[in-house]
């Protein structure tokens, strides 16, 4: 519940952003360089005199949008390659998991630099790096969920009245092992907010560097934390809220799915 009322916080500040933020994200404030926090500026103000506070409400929408739509396009593609292997098997489903082999094989953030050195840096390639990243994870997830169904008395029953593969995927297989995936994917959020800033944070965020992005605020604030450390605490304090809320969620979704843990 902690973890959800946090997450609740931060979707809120995202969707009201505009009427929350005391000051617009690019609004600037001549003569306030570096201004430490005070009442006017609660997170002070940046090297071009911007609000700090405005810019991480600001940033939060791109943040969190980037980070749900990366893990639902993820979930998209890992679990059509978990579906298929786990309920065709034989050839399809060794193909499926060499591809999820590879994949795994590379660790996440270099894979994904790459791919958004390769696609040109921006918000929908960030997206896309971040979900082929977590992709193989899913796909691995959903085939073992399924592979542990194929010898339960259900599926074993429907295969002898004669239910087609199709049937026995949709009706049998998916309901019955989504539980994991969806806890995966929601701890999977909590990743790929902090991939997210990490790219922004390497150079490879949005195109336009004055769009407020946490992880290029934190680029920008780095240069300058002797003279404006409240930069990097405010920002980083926002990934790390956002990241906790949905770790917490998670597990929290865990315990309230698995009937074995709520013994």
Do not use: C
Not at 4 to 20: D, G, K, N, R, T
Not at 145 to 165: C, E, N, P, Q
Not at 178 to 193: D, G, R
């Amino acid at each position: 519940m902690v973890g959800l009322a946090i997450i609740v916080v931060f979707v809120l500040v995202a969707v009201f952003a505009p009427f929350i933020a005391p000051y617009d994200a690019l609004a600037r404030d001549p003569g306030q360089v570096f201004k430490p926090p005070s009442l006017e500026h609660l997170v002070g103000t940046d090297r071009q005199t911007r609000d700090v506070f405005s810019r991480i409400l600001y940033g939060a929408r791109i943040s969190l949008f980037v980070a749900v739509g990366s893990v639902i396009m993820g979930l998209s593609i890992g679990g059509t390659m978990g579906a298929i292997a786990g309920a065709f098997g034989g050839r399809i489903d060794a193909v499926l998991m060499r591809v999820t082999d590879v994949l795994l094989a590379v660790p996440g953030i270099l894979l994904a630099i790459a791919i958004v050195v390769a696609l040109d840096r921006g918000l929908p390639q960030i997206m896309f790096a971040v979900a082929v990243t977590n992709a193989p994870i899913f796909a691995r997830i959903l085939r073992g969920s399924m592979l542990s169904l194929h010898s339960a008395d259900y599926v074993m029953a429907a295969r002898a009245i004669g239910a087609t593969r199709g049937r026995l995927l949709f009706r049998h297989f998916l309901p019955n092992s989504l539980t994991a995936l969806i806890v995966a994917a929601t701890l999977a959020l909590a990743t790929a907010v902090i991939d997210v800033a990490g790219l922004g944070f390497l150079g490879l965020g949005p195109a336009d560097p004055r769009i407020a992005e946490w992880g290029t605020m934190l680029t920008e604030a780095s240069s300058f934390y002797r003279q404006a450390p409240w930069i990097i605490v405010g920002t980083g304090l926002a990934i790390s809220l956002t990241a906790i809320g949905f770790n917490l969620l998670g597990d929290g979704l865990r315990e309230a799915l698995d009937p074995r843990l709520r013994r």
